[in-house]
């Protein structure tokens, strides 16, 4: 009933590809750029050239992962969803925006990596909640309908 009423009861839509498309690169995109966060300091990274390029690189799957999970707060809508909220993406945003300053202040390049890891967290979370309500709702109604109709 849930994500019927976002897909217009079509399950294996489109619509329902597309939105578990994004949230499975939501998750590839903040678990990768959380891995990349912490080798900066794992390696200790010395040469700056290679360290912006670190940096670079997370914020750029970082605006990524941005876009996909607004796009799916887009494909949920009118739902609240209970993981990756609107305020996360804020969250998110505002990480991406000062990523190249707290680089260079280590309580803020801490604080930055919990950011991440909570924030991937959440994105896991959010597509095994979509993936749950799909097979366990979803895909059970379809299944008593098709009886109902044969």
């Excluded at 749950?132 to 109709?149: A, Q």
Aim: proline share 2%.
């Amino acid at each position: 009933m849930l994500l019927g009423r976002i897909f217009n009861d079509s399950y294996g839509s489109d619509k329902e590809w597309k939105l578990e498309m994004e949230l499975d690169l939501l998750v590839k995109q903040l678990s990768w750029s959380t891995r990349r966060w912490a080798q900066i300091a794992t390696h200790r990274v010395t040469i700056l050239v290679v360290k912006y390029q670190m940096v670079a690189e997370t914020r750029n799957h970082l605006v990524a992962a941005i876009q996909n999970c607004s796009s799916a707060h887009g494909s949920l809508k009118p739902v609240n969803i209970p993981y990756c909220t609107k305020d996360d993406v804020e969250v998110l945003k505002a990480v991406t925006n000062t990523i190249f300053n707290d680089v260079n202040i280590p309580e803020n390049y801490q604080k930055t990596y919990s950011t991440l890891a909570a924030l991937f967290s959440k994105s896991s979370n959010l597509l095994q909640w979509v993936d749950r309500v799909v097979d366990e709702t979803i895909s059970k109604d379809l299944t008593e309908v098709k009886k109902t109709v044969s």
